[in-house]
């Protein structure tokens, strides 16, 4: 049996997990995806997380999106783990 590979959305939401707030350029960096919004929105509406975004501008003037998971769910699920522990 081979290891199972990560996907897109496992890599996104374990890194945003981490308290990290993500942009679509890094998540191209980090995992090659080219759909960042895609995976937002299956986060958001499929595991129920609570996902928030801003658009910040960008050097040029344009605006981009960043995305973060809400602090609190982050402080509750980290508690949940360690009660499963």
Request: charged share 25%; aromatic share 8%.
């Amino acid at each position: 049996m081979g290891t199972r590979h990560l996907t897109q959305r496992e890599i996104i939401r374990n890194y945003m997990m981490e308290g990290k707030s993500i942009t679509p350029i890094e998540a191209l960096n980090l995992c090659g995806c080219f759909r960042l919004s895609a995976v937002i929105h299956t986060l958001r509406h499929k595991e129920n997380i609570p996902i928030e975004m801003d658009q910040p501008q960008a050097s040029d003037g344009k605006p981009y999106a960043r995305y973060w998971i809400n602090k609190q769910f982050i402080e509750d699920g980290k508690r949940a783990d360690e009660y499963a522990n």
